[in-house]
């Protein structure tokens, strides 16, 4: 069993960053690749961010890629997403996950294990 906890969201003015965190009980570092989700009101849950659990490979869909880092620190369990230049569209629940996989997937059933999100509210 893996349990997650996010933090770091909160109100941020367009153009600014947050930096959030995901730190993961057990042993994860080398057993699971970590993905960061979005949920928007009335919308489906999005692909942010992923990393794999043996080489650090990173990946991000086109809407985040350069604005985003996902990074994780293997000796603290703990998983972060960088996020810079934000704008409205970023308001979301954002939620860490875990895959058993070795490269990561982009939708939400290929993650085994959720936090419970924190959220991300962009003012214009």
């Known amino acids: 069993q893996v349990q997650l906890v996010e933090s770091g969201g909160g109100l941020v003015e367009a153009g600014g960053s947050l930096r959030l965190s995901c730190v993961a009980s057990?042993?994860?570092?080398?057993?699971?690749?970590m993905g960061w989700f979005r949920q928007a009101p009335g919308k489906e849950r999005e692909f942010v961010a992923a990393?794999?659990?043996?080489?650090?490979?990173?990946y991000y869909p086109e809407y985040v890629k350069g604005r985003f880092r996902i990074s994780r620190d293997s000796a603290k369990d703990t998983v972060y997403l960088q996020m810079n230049s934000l704008n409205p569209e970023d308001t979301a629940v954002y939620y860490c996950?875990?895959?058993?996989?070795?490269?990561?997937?982009?939708?939400?059933?290929?993650?085994?294990?959720w936090g419970q999100g924190t959220q991300v509210t962009v003012s214009s």
């Open positions: 996950a875990a895959s058993a996989a070795i490269v990561p997937g982009r939708r939400p059933f290929e993650y085994a294990y």
């Open positions: 057990g042993r994860t570092a080398t057993r699971y690749s």
């Open positions: 990393i794999t659990r043996n080489d650090g490979a990173t």
